[in-house]
């Protein structure tokens, strides 16, 4: 059963910049693998998705064009770089894994195998 953990949370300034790591236990070339947050009160939300096999990566409206996700396969990575960090970012931040190769940001049911979270606090 696959495994992933993330990392890189913290504490930041409106306007900066984080970088969160999923690092999984095995091979992701056969996945999809989302980042989603969800802030005290309210609902889950799905960030970004890459499909590791072609590198196709899909965004939040509220992310886009601030969010980049990448992976490296070799390392059994995938990357949230998150620049231009608001107020509103701040939430626990979840890595999951399908293995069906879907990014559906909007169902989160699709994904089988979830981190345990990191926290992202934007505060001046």
């Known amino acids: 059963q696959l495994q992933v953990v993330e990392s890189g949370g913290g504490l930041v300034q409106p306007e900066g910049s984080l970088r969160l790591t999923c690092t999984a236990s095995?091979?992701?070339?056969?996945?999809?693998i989302g980042w989603f947050r969800q802030a005290p009160g309210k609902e889950r939300e799905g960030v970004s998705c890459?499909?590791?096999?072609?590198?196709?990566?899909y965004y939040a409206d509220s992310v886009k064009g601030r969010f980049t996700i990448s992976r490296d396969n070799a390392k059994n990575t995938v990357y949230l770089q998150m620049t231009g960090l608001k107020s509103e970012d701040t939430a626990a931040y979840y890595c999951?894994?399908?293995?069906?190769?879907?990014?559906?940001?909007?169902?989160?049911?699709?994904?089988?195998?979830w981190g345990q979270g990191i926290q992202v606090t934007v505060s001046s």
């Open positions: 999951a894994a399908n293995p069906y190769r879907l990014c559906i940001l909007s169902d989160a049911q699709v994904f089988d195998f």
């Open positions: 095995g091979s992701l070339d056969n996945y999809a």
């Open positions: 890459i499909v590791s096999r072609d590198g196709s990566t």
